[in-house]
């Protein structure tokens, strides 16, 4: 028998590339991946032979591969990742980027960067893809179970101190102003090009442990609004991947609150935006076993909130009530002057539970507490916030439609309409959307025409 043609590895062109652009000899990569790995516990011998076989498309085993990218990022001062240097070997799939709740730091820091840089690239499987409802709960298992990180710091790379993640922090608190204002469409290209381009950089450099769990919890928050701006855009897939990935960073931060927050106000929004209203329940529910005796009474009362939304959409009136009680009661212990609660979820206040519950009457049918509350969201709600008040409105025009109160829902939406022509939103245009569907049993009375006529020349300018 004749023997079986060896086939022949193609060269790591990745690898070389990078090498060059580090300059870095082959014996000073190897010497830089055993210093590497000796940090992570491995006692690694590599060679200058040893890097002419993997250019010539050897793979190593085990850990090694992230190894050689993180040698190779810290002399590049940026985060590499094992795709960067050929050597995924199928297991940096496009279709799962994003997707995983890795179980170390580094894979961590890899999983996200890879997320950013895709995004920025703006490949079509990201923007394509669709949700998967197990995706939505696995990671929450997955960090219900996971222990802290013991050690975030790192050495290698660009020096980071608090004043780099101070301007990570104010940097988000401008973007987050601006998308309230005119919409994630107008914003999300700048929030992740700055994640890609900055951001990046940070995370794989060097900065002790303090700055390092400060850092984490900064870049979470900013992965989150990521996330918020995808769903805004109608990007829902590429949202999930940004929730998966700021839950993962909140527990490199050892913050099981922001955790929590993740859940409760991020992923269990999304399945509601999807409609899986088991989802969003078991969402909230984890919230708060991972977080229990580690909140304010704020953060409790959002994810009583949040629980109560899937209960309502199921349909279960008894639930609903129960939870939206519980979060009213929580919201009432919460004591602004003290200064205990976190900036993420100081904006959680009467306004925003009163939309929560708006939601959750006009999904029971109870029209009349649903405009309520509706109508009490919009009292408190600044003129700043377009979006949310846009949205409330539409709210209210909903439940006014469910109360037979015709003309005067055409009215309200009209004005929510208004604003929403001056932003750049996906989920106000859903919201828009949903209740021209709930108009079309009156599509014949004269204001619902007037209404509808008005849209169109809107459009048409």
Known sequence: MAARPLVARQPNERLQALIQEAGCSNAGLARRVNMCGAEHGLDL??????????????????????????????????????????????????????????????????QVCELWRSDVGRRDFLAGSSVAASALVEPSRDWLITGADSQVARSGGARVGMSDVDAVRATTEALVDLDHRFGSGHVRPVVVHYLNSVVSGLIGGSYREQVGRELFAAVARLTELAGYMAVDTGQPGLAQRYYIQALRLAQAAGDRAYGGYVLA???????????????????????????????????????????????????????????????????????????????????????????????????????????????????????????????GMLLLAAAQVQQREVEEACRTAATAAEVLGSLRSNRGAEYLDDFRARLEPYREEAAVREFTAGLEARAAA
């Not at 011998?45 to 190593?60: C, E, F, I, M, N």
């Not at 909130?305 to 919201?331: F, N, P, Q, Y």
């Open 45 to 110: 011998r590599y060679d200058k032979t040893s890097v002419a076989r993997w250019l010539r498309g050897q793979q190593p085993r085990g850990r090694a591969p992230g190894i050689i990218a993180e040698a190779l990022g810290r002399k590049l001062g940026r985060t590499v990742t094992i795709d960067e240097i050929g050597m995924a070997n199928g297991k940096n799939l496009a279709s799962g980027v994003g997707l995983q709740f890795s179980p170390t730091v580094l894979g961590a820091i890899e």
């Open 265 to 391: 106000a991020s992923m269990s929004h999304l399945a509601a935006e999807l409609g899986n209203p088991r989802e969003i329940a078991q969402l909230a529910r984890a919230a708060q076993e991972g977080t229990r005796g580690q909140v304010t009474p704020r953060a409790e009362a959002m994810f009583y909130a949040a629980e109560a939304r899937g209960h309502a959409l199921l349909g279960d009136a008894r639930a609903t009530a129960v939870l939206s009680a519980r979060a009213v009661s929580a919201l009432e212990r919460a004591r602004p002057e003290s200064g205990d609660d976190p900036v993420w979820i100081r904006h959680f206040d009467e306004a925003y539970l009163a939309d929560e519950l708006a939601h959750c009457h006009r999904d029971l049918g109870q029209a009349e507490a649903a405009a309520r509350q509706a109508q009490t969201a919009l009292r408190a709600l600044p003129e700043g916030k377009a979006r949310r008040r846009a949205i």
